[in-house]
């Protein structure tokens, strides 16, 4: 493979998932690290992803949303999130995670809608705080460089304090027999204390992420109350979720 179209392969990958490890390149593209390392530093060089101890992420999911003009798959988000907007409740209480999809949904609430939302996201409290209505309350504890979320144990401990009407999660990988998994070990454990103390758990997933998975476990796929996707429900693409005891959007 050519080091044009491994880069694009990189690329099109940190944008799918938002964060990728260099060892995770390497074994996709069948490469060494050093050259996925070579490979992500150029990159890094030009703008085009943001190199991080160990792998990459996106400048999307890096920028805060007033000048965040790099989102993936703005237009799938966007209709993802306009599927989800009719499930916030006035007087609920609710968590919406950090990434790109979430924060596509939190720009569309409307002034009128009055609730209490939590989040770990500083993103999605900086965005929330726009909003007269609604009561915003930041879960806090060690801030991710890379997430821009609160992880670690402090995190999980005030998760536990609480309990959500619904949240609404995202994820970087999902699958039918696998359910929701990730790299990075900290936040899975902070999104599964999430799951944990949420009624009902929404997920916000773009198509191109799904039947993917990684290396830690965050639930099973029946652990997830709603799957939303930009697809139509009856999409074949989503067959394997359809006997899952999961609703499809």
């Known amino acids: 493979m050519l080091k044009e179209e491994r880069q694009l392969a990189i690329l099109k990958e940190v944008e799918r998932h938002n964060r990728i490890l260099l060892a995770h390149i390497a074994e996709k593209l069948d490469v060494s690290i050093d050259t996925a390392r070579r490979d992500v530093k150029e990159l890094d060089a030009v703008n085009k992803l943001k190199k991080v101890h160990g792998g990459a992420v996106s400048l999307g999911f890096t920028s805060l949303p007033s000048i965040n003009t790099k989102i993936y798959a703005q237009e799938e988000k966007a209709i993802i999130a306009r599927k989800a907007i009719g499930l916030i409740k006035n007087d609920s209480v609710i968590f919406i ?115 993917s998975q990684h290396q830690y476990k965050t639930c099973d796929i029946n652990a997830i109350n709603t ?23």
């Not at 965005?127 to 060690?142: A, D, M, Q, R, S």
């Not at 670690?152 to 609480?162: E, I, N, P, R």
Request: glycine fraction near 6%; proline fraction near 4%.
């Open 97 to 211: 995670d950090g990434g790109t999809t979430c924060l596509e949904l939190v720009k569309l609430i409307p002034s009128s809608l009055s609730f209490s939302c939590f989040t770990f996201s500083l993103p999605v409290a900086w965005h929330l705080l726009e909003h007269p209505n609604i009561k915003v309350v930041f879960i806090g504890g060690e801030i991710s460089r890379e997430s821009q979320i609160s992880v670690g144990s402090y995190t999980v401990h005030q998760l536990a304090q609480v309990r959500f009407d619904y949240s609404f999660i995202g994820t970087g990988y999902v699958d039918s027999l696998h359910g929701l998994t990730d790299f990075d070990w900290e936040i899975v454990q902070t999104k599964k204390a999430v799951i944990n103390a949420s009624k009902k758990t929404i997920l916000l997933c773009i198509s191109e992420k799904l039947n």
């Open 227 to 249: 799957m939303i996707t930009e697809l139509d429900p009856n999409s074949n693409l989503l067959n394997p979720y359809r006997n899952q005891e999961i609703h499809l959007l």
